[in-house]
């Protein structure tokens, strides 16, 4: 399923979730990349199946906020650093 | 993994879990064993069988019931409808929240179409009305039934394969 890139190529723009009209960027995939962590990993640790994890990456789904405080905890990072409702900005810029 | 997993969870990876053709033609499947089990139905309700015939039909009908269960069951493995509630993810009780709610709509039309169907029927012969009340019935169950099952089978992607499969 095709993927959209955000305005400046950076952290997946979301095709929106399902019934909702907001579109929440995020950075889970860099996240498990950087920490070399895999989705069935990441989703063992978040009680999730593994294909939410996918969805979530790939912004078909929306979490919670339980959800994305857990994954925020996970990764040891703000939730701000994992979710955004405006593109994150390019690393380099 | 446990006992109840092994028997009601498909593994990862599985065609028909993973793959959305597969799951469609499942689907198609479905649809077409539950019209035969309501053609069957009303070709019971035909007077004067005969022993050939009502043998034919017996066993036709307990075919069609099999196979329409293993279908289902099969549908039901694929899309986590055979697990419990409590042991879905907030993305799948969403997803089997809505396909449950438009299986309600939908059964409410097609309700409306029966009774409709009975509100005009009453000009018909009433010999007709009883012979399709059964297979009409058996279709309207099929529906509210079936509905969020074929519904999550037929719109859910492929899976996504994990990183370690790639």
Redesign the interface.
């Known amino acids: 399923m095709p993927t959209e890139r955000g305005a400046n190529g950076t952290g997946r723009r979301p095709r929106a979730a399902a019934g909702s009209g907001e579109t929440i960027y995020n950075r889970i995939a860099m996240l498990r990349a950087e920490r070399n962590v895999s989705r069935r990993q990441l989703a063992e640790a978040l009680g999730v199946h593994y294909q939410t994890v996918g969805y979530l990456e790939r912004g078909e789904y929306s979490p919670s906020l339980h959800l994305a405080l857990r994954i925020a905890r996970y990764f040891e990072v703000p939730v701000e650093v994992v979710f955004s409702t405006e593109p994150f900005p390019r690393i380099g810029q | 993994m446990s006992f109840f997993d092994d028997v009601f969870v498909l593994p990862?990876p599985h065609r028909l879990r993973a793959s959305r053709t597969r799951r469609r033609c499942y689907v198609v499947l479905h649809v077409l064993i539950t019209l035969a089990v309501a053609v069957l139905m009303w070709v019971v309700t035909l007077p004067d069988p005969g022993m050939v015939r009502s043998g034919l039909q017996a066993v036709g009908m307990l075919g069609l019931l099999g196979a329409w269960f293993v279908v289902h069951a099969r549908l039901g493995q694929a899309t986590?409808l055979m697990v419990s509630y409590q042991r879905?993810?907030?993305?799948?009780r969403?997803e089997l929240d809505?396909a449950t709610r438009i299986g309600h709509n939908v059964t409410s039309v097609s309700i409306f179409a029966a009774f409709s169907a009975v509100v005009v029927g009453a000009f018909l012969p009433v010999s007709l009305i009883s012979e399709l009340a059964m297979p009409v019935l058996w279709v309207i169950y099929m529906v509210h039934a079936s509905t969020p099952l074929l519904l999550l089978a037929w719109t859910r992607?492929?899976?996504?394969p994990?990183?370690?499969e790639l």
């Open positions: 990862h986590d879905l993810d907030e993305r799948q969403t809505r992607p492929n899976e996504a994990d990183d370690e």
